[in-house]
């Protein structure tokens, strides 16, 4: 008995370094992931936004992995219950679908494409879009009559092209761009027309290109910019100002 006692807590103690190993080896692995995002930053605006993207990434794949280890263990230690299989490592959206949806600058930390959050000198919060000319948004909202989405705009690198050329998709599909001013922000907004299921609508803002402020010659400034978003929202179409 004192023999296995003591065998199972050599045991014990080995699991624990072994664990401590993978603990520090991990570490090891995202500070330098981290390090090499941040050295891959442009500029300074991106320098939190790459630590963020890297932190969030970890997270969810931690998140994951602890998802399926329960998957495995309830399945094989619950007597009587069976857990169905993992389709999908992880859903398509996990949010639901909202009647009208605001969403700040401030909170486009997990968007693509995107710079880092600035304000105004008034506090009002924005974000470039770039360098690439699309700015792809998932958003979270119920399609059961027809909506208008609005993407909210304090500056444009070039109007005359940017703006004016500047396409809308709704689920591949391609709207009719309208342009309109709430008396602070300029908007690009398009129908959303009506759809029955409750999957969240993929929002592609396509510009024909971004430009740097040195190519303008308007300071020192080479990010490839395009929009500076204060953000975006879906109303229904009656509530929406014509």
């Known amino acids: 008995m004192n023999s296995g006692k003591g065998g199972d807590i050599e045991m014990l103690a080995e699991d624990l370094r072994y664990f401590d190993a993978l603990v520090k ?9 981290i390090i090499e995002a941040v050295e891959a930053s442009p500029n300074p605006y991106d320098h939190l936004k790459a630590v963020t993207g890297v932190l969030v ?7 994951a992995r602890i998802k399926v280890l329960e998957q ?9 219950i069976d857990t169905a299989e993992i389709s999908q490592p992880v859903a398509e959206h996990n949010y639901a ?29 924005y974000s470039w879009t770039g360098p ?8 979270p909202v119920l399609r059961d009559v027809e909506k208008v989405f609005r993407l909210g705009f304090i500056s444009a690198m070039d109007d ?6 500047a396409k809308i998709l709704v689920d591949g599909e391609t709207q009719q761009v309208e342009m309109d001013f709430d008396g602070q922000t300029r908007g690009l907004c398009c129908a959303l027309p009506v759809r029955k299921d409750s999957r969240a609508s993929r929002i592609e803002v396509k510009l ?17 910019l395009g929009l500076a978003i ?9 509530s929406h100002p014509a």
């Open 208 to 224: 024909i290109r971004t430009l740097s402020p040195a190519e303008l010659g308007k300071g020192d400034d080479k990010r490839k």
């Open 25 to 33: 080896d991990d570490a090891q692995s995202l500070q330098a992931r």
């Open 132 to 139: 690439s000319p699309e700015i792809v948004f998932d958003v």
């Open 230 to 238: 204060t953000g975006y929202q879906v109303a229904d179409l009656k």
């Open 57 to 63: 990434e970890n997270q969810a794949n931690l998140g």
């Open 160 to 165: 005359d092209e940017l703006v004016k050329e």
């Open 97 to 125: 679908p909202q009647a009208q949806v605001d969403v700040s600058a401030e909170t486009f930390g997990q968007c693509q494409n995107m710079y880092g959050v600035e304000h105004t000198p008034e506090g009002l919060a």
């Open 72 to 80: 495995v263990l309830l399945g094989k230690s619950w007597a009587g």
